[in-house]
């Protein structure tokens, strides 16, 4: 009866713990939140945190992508920092990967992040 589903590839890190990488429920998908690990290694990648938010923006895309859509079908991203100064980097970093309308957004800071990363997304989106 439910019409909910997991969705899963292999082009994202794997879930560590009791999650999915994201689940569909109608049209709409809820996704896990990424951190910046390489899906094939599952290590954080090296560089600034320029790379490291590119990272997770190609991680968020791979599960769009497994779930039948893309970055610019998101309405909902989260965005949870360990220093709001990063704040710019994110903007610059986020316009090379959607266009407009741009989805509604939060940017939060926190004290820390799993595997002492700066930053981490989750994100909803809707398939058409």
Do not use: H, W
């Amino acid at each position: 009866m439910s019409n909910k589903s997991v969705i899963q590839t292999e082009k994202a890190p794997q879930a560590i713990g009791t999650y999915s990488q994201a689940v569909k429920a109608g049209d709409t998908v809820y996704l896990s939140g990424q951190i910046p690990l390489v899906p094939e290694t599952m290590e954080v990648v090296g560089g600034d945190f320029a790379a490291k938010t590119r990272q997770v923006f190609d991680n968020l895309q791979a599960v769009c992508e497994a779930a039948g859509g893309s970055l610019q079908d998101i309405v909902k991203l989260n965005i949870y920092m360990t220093d709001l100064a990063n704040f710019a980097t994110v903007n610059e970093v986020m316009a090379t990967y959607f266009q407009e309308p741009y989805p509604a957004r939060a940017a939060i800071g926190v004290a820390s992040l799993p595997k002492g990363v700066p930053v981490e997304m989750d994100a909803v989106m809707v398939l058409s």
